[in-house]
């Protein structure tokens, strides 16, 4: 594109109006700009570049204080108002000099396509703290594809050894939750995880406003296509219908929901969770501005114009099997504004699964990818099948590729990963109807996003109590002790830099969640000395009480408040309660015209 002569001659009048006393000198202004930003000058005239703004706001952690829609209001309000006010004038700005700009609000930053004298000019200004280039950063390839018959193969290995599929006997399968995922996009009509989308209507109709978005704007100039165009992407661009240009988003999801309806295949965790999805990712190529832009989407999905954001659709949980490390292009000047995004989705309720990375290799420390090194992320890494030929037992152990721990990279020395989960060799699902085994801690981040979705179906109160849910798989982990040499310690302990708290258990996670208080309140009435056992219970539930009583009603509400059984007689004084599922459910009675609630585990 020509460039227009006026634009010169304002830069160069601003330039003039800088160096005569509003400038900070030399070494103020190129202290802004990262390294790696000004060498891209060096080739190219425009650069993509993110401006960071001084002011940062975080939003506070406030699950203890409100329910998971209410923390996502306030949150996205708060950041709207905060961030959005203070970039009025820099927006105004880049507009009158006519460049191609985007703004979000999660992290008070905005993102520019522009050329040197645009990066000195926003340099110099006060509001500005920091410049980075907006680094092209490649998807790591699960490190092995390989084909394999699936047809004798009912259920995987990783929801087998995890005993998901008992919690699911239990009556829980992730009903009533809505999980996400930022990656290579999804094949949302792959029979395995079509009728989880929470878009899908029918077999020909699905509404992908607040479901999909799409954060890939351009092609990657990585992929050294001949032509920069669309078409080059099999998927496009800005598409408004989910699409998967790499397969590998596809396959997390599949762990996370996937179920076959034809023949019962099941590879999801939570095969009745609903998902929604962003692509961050073109034919494997991200960038910082689309996994802030991703995040921003889950913290308040908007309709397919981008419009009417509402932060009462945002999921309960999301994988985010991607790293971006130091290696490949991420300015470590700029992680605190990474890990700003994913602190403030996490405060308006939102858990935050990250994969740890497949650079086990490089054994202690290996842990680099911001993400997954983040105090508040949930990084996970992965374990592998131990093959026994003998039958007897069914055991897994740390996959060699799965990165360890502490981070040293930052200095920090925090210990990651926080849990490890099923990785290598695991069944999903492919675009295309297809089916594929792979490996790779992008294959054990969905197992636990999985378990969280079974967590909230079993007590629904957890949703946006993200601190508890990690406390839950924290402590209900298979525990894993190993020799953390890494951390100078010369003996087992637990957690390590290896496995962390250990291998996620489900079902132990969910037996926890449901001890665990609920919204509902009990009310008993001591003076009607009544007493219900026993609890948990199988099939029948005795009540005894005081011949002076008299029971008026009797019903049973689940978790959601929706009335489950009404009895009207009571024969010996024990309640048959065979006929519900698994759960935590609520009863009522009214008696001497007083209403008592108790509530009941039934397993």
């Known amino acids: ?23 900070q000198g030399y070494g103020g202004w190129i202290d802004k700009i990262s390294p790696e930003l000004l060498k891209k ?10 401006v960071y703004l001084k002011n940062q706001f975080k939003v ?32 105004n700005f880049i507009k009158r000099l006519n460049y191609k700009y985007k703004r979000y609000l999660i992290v008070n930053a905005i993102s520019v396509t522009g050329d040197f004298d645009l990066v000195k000019l926003l340099a110099n200004r006060r ?8 680094s092209p950063v490649k998807q790591e390839l699960p490190l092995d594809n390989f084909s394999k018959e699936v047809n004798e193969i009912k259920i995987t290995w990783g929801i087998k050894m995890i005993e998901a599929d008992k919690v699911w006997n239990l009556g829980f399968d992730g009903n009533g939750v809505v999980v996400g995922g930022q990656d290579t996009g999804y094949d949302w009509t792959h029979p395995a995880i079509k009728t989880k989308y929470r878009g899908f209507i029918n077999d020909s109709f699905a509404d992908h406003n607040y479901n999909w978005h799409d954060a890939i704007h351009e092609i990657s100039l990585l992929h050294n296509d001949s032509i920069i165009d669309p078409s080059n992407n099999p998927c496009g661009l800005d598409v408004q219908i989910p699409c998967d240009d790499y397969s590998h988003g596809t396959h997390t999801m599949g762990t996370m929901v996937g179920k076959r309806e034809a023949d019962s295949l099941a590879i999801g965790v939570a095969p009745g969770a609903k998902w929604i999805g962003c692509r961050n990712m073109e034919r ?45 292009g991420c300015d470590s000047s700029n992680w605190k504004y990474m890990e700003l995004a994913l602190d403030n989705l996490r405060n308006s309720g939102v858990f935050v699964v990250v994969s740890a990375g497949n650079d086990g290799i490089n054994n202690c420390g290996s842990i680099r990818n911001p993400a997954s090194m983040f105090k508040n992320s949930f990084a996970v890494g992965a374990t592998r099948l131990i093959n026994d030929t003998t039958g007897i037992s069914f055991r897994d152990t740390i996959a060699g590729f799965s990165s360890r721990g502490p981070v040293t990279i930052d200095g920090s020395y925090r210990l990651k990963p926080d849990i490890t989960a099923p990785g290598q060799g695991v069944l999903s699902s492919v675009p295309g109807n297809k089916y594929r085994f792979s490996s790779g801690t992008s294959m054990a981040g969905p197992h636990v996003v999985g378990v969280v979705a ?10 946006g109590k993200v601190d508890k849910i990690a406390e839950i798989i924290k402590t209900t982990a298979d525990p894993r002790y190993d020799i953390d040499t890494c951390r100078n310690i010369n003996e087992p302990v637990l957690p390590n830099s290896v496995y962390g708290y250990g291998r996620i258990n489900a079902l132990a996670a969910v037996e926890k969640a449901m001890e665990i208080k609920t919204s509902i309140k009990e009310k008993i009435n001591t003076k009607s000395n009544i007493l219900f ?51 935590i459910y609520y009863l009522r009675l009214n008696i001497n015209n007083e209403p008592i609630i108790k509530k009941i585990i039934k397993l």
């Not at 000058?41 to 993110?50: G, L, Q, R, S």
């Not at 406030?62 to 820099?90: G, M, T």
């Not at 921003?296 to 999905?301: G, S």
């Open 1 to 23: 594109m020509i460039k227009k002569p006026y634009k010169f001659i304002f830069i160069f009048l601003f330039l003039i109006f800088l160096t005569s006393g509003y400038s």
């Open 41 to 50: 000058f060096d080739n190219t005239n425009k650069v993509d570049f993110i």
């Open 60 to 91: 506070e952690n406030k699950e203890n204080s409100f329910n998971k829609k209410e923390q996502a209001k306030i949150a996205y309000k708060q950041l709207k108002e905060k961030n959005f006010k203070s970039q009025n004038d820099i927006i």
């Open 127 to 134: 509001d500005v703290n920091y410049i980075a280039y907006d």
């Open 284 to 328: 494997g190529w991200g960038k910082p501005s689309t996994y802030i832009e991703c995040f921003e989407w889950f913290l308040a999905p908007t309709d397919l114009e981008g419009q009417n954001p509402d932060p009462t659709k945002s999921p309960d949980v999301i994988n985010n099997s991607w790293g971006c490390p130091v290696q490949e």
């Open 454 to 463: 079974l967590i909230l179906s079993a007590n629904p109160d957890l949703k």
């Open 533 to 583: 056992f026993p609890n948990p219970v199988q099939k029948i539930l005795n009540l005894k009480f005081d011949n002076n009583i008299t029971i008026n009603s009797f019903y049973i509400y689940d978790q959601l408040g929706r009335l489950r059984k009404r009895i009207t007689a009571i024969n010996n004084n024990k309640i048959d309660l065979s006929d519900l599922n698994s759960g």
